[in-house]
């Protein structure tokens, strides 16, 4: 897994984005239902939005827009800095799935080819295949419905963050849900509690972490 690779990842984005071919500024992106993209779809200030079976071979890149992929559609890789991500049924991610400020929420069916990615938003992931790990640092993450991790799952400190508030984030497993890796939490500035169900399971350990089983 690719640590920390979200932080450089998205912001590199921001600073290169004014150059980046197929910009728009101010404005949302679609595509229709069954519509197929080439290249990538890039904006700022604006969302991107995309139907129902439809196909992007290239990045969904936004700053400060939601972005909304339609079921059974595939796109090569997701990327937010601020806004929400919502993944509709049974779409492919060929790649990682990241965000900076937004939750992500990825529904029945979907898979994600590589990681998933946050610094402050939640992560909440129904029926879904992770074929590597998650990273985040300051949000919650919920694991339902056979969801399967394949890799860590880690809670990263930021550098610098010394005075912020002490806070509680919580991972929960439910429903048939399975971590293949650790969950190791790297930042004392949060409380992370593990609650994992009776048909859940974390095969590897868990570190820097209270668990409660029911």
């Given at each position: 897994?690719?640590?920390?690779?979200?932080?450089?990842?998205?912001?590199?984005?921001?600073?290169?984005?004014?150059?980046?071919?197929?910009?728009?500024?101010n404005?949302?992106?679609?595509?229709?239902?069954?519509?197929?993209?080439?290249?990538?779809?890039?904006?700022?200030n604006?969302?991107?939005?995309?139907g129902?079976?439809?196909?992007?071979?290239?990045?969904?890149?936004?700053?400060?827009?939601?972005?909304?992929?339609?079921?059974?559609?595939?796109?090569?890789?997701?990327?937010?800095?601020?806004?929400?991500?919502?993944?509709?049924?049974?779409?492919?991610?060929?790649?990682?799935?990241?965000?900076?400020?937004?939750?992500?929420?990825?529904?029945?069916?979907?898979?994600?080819?590589?990681?998933?990615?946050?610094?402050?938003?939640?992560?909440?992931?129904?029926?879904?295949?992770?074929?590597?790990?998650?990273?985040?640092?300051?949000?919650?993450?919920?694991?339902?419905?056979?969801?399967?991790?394949?890799?860590?799952?880690?809670?990263?400190?930021?550098?610098?963050?010394?005075?912020?508030?002490?806070?509680?984030?919580?991972?929960?497993?439910?429903?048939?849900?399975?971590?293949?890796?650790?969950?190791?939490?790297?930042?004392?500035?949060?409380?992370?509690?593990?609650?994992?169900?009776?048909?859940?399971?974390?095969?590897?350990?868990?570190?820097?972490?209270?668990?409660?089983?029911?």
């Amino acid at each position: 897994m690719r640590r920390s690779y979200v932080i450089a990842t998205l912001f590199l984005f921001m600073a290169g984005i004014a150059q980046a071919c197929q910009l728009s500024i101010n404005n949302s992106l679609q595509l229709e239902d069954g519509e197929k993209k080439n290249g990538s779809m890039n904006t700022v200030n604006g969302s991107i939005l995309i139907g129902k079976g439809c196909e992007v071979r290239g990045e969904c890149r936004t700053v400060n827009g939601r972005i909304k992929i339609g079921r059974e559609s595939e796109v090569r890789e997701v990327q937010s800095v601020n806004g929400f991500v919502e993944i509709g049924r049974d779409v492919e991610i060929r790649h990682d799935l990241a965000t900076v400020n937004g939750t992500i929420r990825c529904d029945n069916g979907v898979e994600i080819g590589g990681s998933i990615f946050t610094v402050n938003g939640n992560i909440e992931l129904d029926n879904t295949q992770v074929n590597n790990g998650i990273e985040t640092y300051n949000g919650s993450i919920t694991l339902a419905n056979h969801t399967k991790v394949k890799d860590d799952i880690f809670v990263k400190r930021p550098k610098g963050n010394d005075k912020n508030e002490f806070k509680r984030l919580y991972i929960r497993l439910k429903d048939h849900s399975v971590v293949k890796g650790d969950i190791i939490v790297e930042n004392d500035r949060v409380k992370v509690i593990v609650q994992i169900d009776e048909t859940s399971e974390v095969t590897g350990k868990i570190v820097g972490a209270e668990v409660e089983r029911n």
